[in-house]
């Protein structure tokens, strides 16, 4: 069975990170997000993926090839300018012989896909939606379902007195390529503006697939840390390389750790971290291949990428810090900071609130001060 899995957007609310990286390549828990959702798909029947990308293409290329060594043939198409959702599954139309999967590649979810084949199969619905509940139906497009299941109404960011469903699209469709019919070829088009409203006319059979699994959209800042702790934690299933420290705390390689160093898990160290005297490093937190933690530095509630060097007595928390960063000492990243790649932050500043430091950045001591 095939799957489309829609990678070319900009990324743009997890800028810096997402500068030099598509969202979909961003690493979670040291893995890029898309080798392992498409080693998901392949656990769970998907035999070939195509990629619709459009933004930094040649990463994709470069870190998936032909997909063999995923066990799963990837075909990386590239769009000639972004076509929007629906445009880009329009865009490969001709490699769909049956019924595919589609999937926005932003969100991590443990879906059992086949029960959702299941339900759109009993239903001979023409295109299911997977949907999810939230707290807070305002915020989001909500999709309303008649007892059967199938899409009555959708319903835009509604007031409050309006709500009359918490569910909202989850971003996983089901589709038969007959559909594609209602998609003008070579136009920027999307699924919820565009195809969902047309086929509510057209009543083609549109049904909603309710679903408690485990939903989050990765592309928000907060998320994506909050992603972090959910798979360190175990709320969502999530397998993680690395062989187990201690209680909670995983390595996947070789790591040096001081004997004075504090580590309290759920903890991953990457493939040649040094962790220094007197550190500290409290979970959940991430900490990426060949970092260096120097003495007396505290980290906690963080994700770091590759080769940062986070100084002494620098203190992290609840922040993101992307590739290749010297972290001066005792400076403080706090709540929501995000640092993008190859930035040198000089000692004693204090970065904090959401502050986003974009790739390259030099900043000098105490430019930034208590
Ligand atoms: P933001 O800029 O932060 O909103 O992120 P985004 O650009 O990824 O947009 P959004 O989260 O709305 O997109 C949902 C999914 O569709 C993501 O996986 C995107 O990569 C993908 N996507 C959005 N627009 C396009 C497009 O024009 N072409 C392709 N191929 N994919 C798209």
Request: glycine share 10%; with cysteine; charged share 20%.
């Amino acid at each position: 069975m095939k799957a489309v899995v829609l990678v070319g957007g900009l990324g743009t609310r997890l800028r810096p990170l997402t500068c030099n990286t598509p969202k979909p390549m961003i690493p979670l828990v040291n893995q890029p997000f898309i080798e392992r959702m498409i080693e998901n798909l392949r656990d769970q029947g998907i035999t070939e993926v195509i990629l619709a990308v459009q933004y930094l293409a040649d990463r994709f290329r470069d870190a998936l090839g032909d997909g063999s060594r995923l066990g799963v043939k990837v075909h990386i198409i590239e769009e000639p300018e972004p076509r929007g959702t629906a445009g880009a599954v329009k865009n490969v139309e001709h490699m769909l012989d049956d019924t595919t999967f589609v999937f926005n590649g932003d969100v991590l979810t443990d879906l059992d896909l086949q029960a959702m084949l299941a339900y759109h199969r009993a239903r001979g619905s023409k295109l299911t939606i997977a949907l999810t509940p939230v707290e807070d139906p305002t915020a989001f497009g909500l999709v309303e379902t008649l007892a059967d299941g199938r899409i009555s109404r959708f319903l835009e960011k509604p007031r409050p007195e309006d709500v009359t469903t918490n569910m909202i699209n989850a971003g996983t469709y089901i589709l038969e390529p007959e559909v594609f019919k209602y998609v003008p070829p070579g136009q920027f088009y999307m699924f919820e503006r565009g195809l969902f409203p047309v086929m509510l006319q057209t009543s083609d059979p549109m049904f909603g697939y309710p679903s408690h699994a485990y939903w989050t959209d990765v592309g928000k800042p907060q998320a994506y840390i909050e992603v972090h702790h959910d798979i360190l934690i175990g709320k969502v299933k999530y397998p993680f390389k690395g062989k187990q420290l201690g209680d909670r705390i995983w390595a996947e390689g070789e790591v040096q750790i001081h004997p004075s160093a504090q580590l309290v898990g759920p903890l991953v160290l990457g493939h040649g971290v040094t962790i220094g005297a007197d550190a500290k490093l409290i979970g959940p937190t991430v900490v990426g291949p060949h970092c260096t933690i120097s003495a007396e530095a505290s980290i906690e509630g963080a994700v770091l990428w590759d080769g940062n060097d986070i100084g002494p007595g620098a203190v992290l928390r609840s922040c993101v810090v992307g590739r290749n960063n010297r972290i001066g000492p005792k400076t403080h990243l706090l709540d929501g900071t995000i640092v993008g790649d190859d930035c040198t932050i000089g000692g004693e500043n204090r970065l904090e609130r959401g502050v986003r430091i974009w790739p390259g950045t030099e900043l000098k001591d105490q430019a930034i001060s208590f």
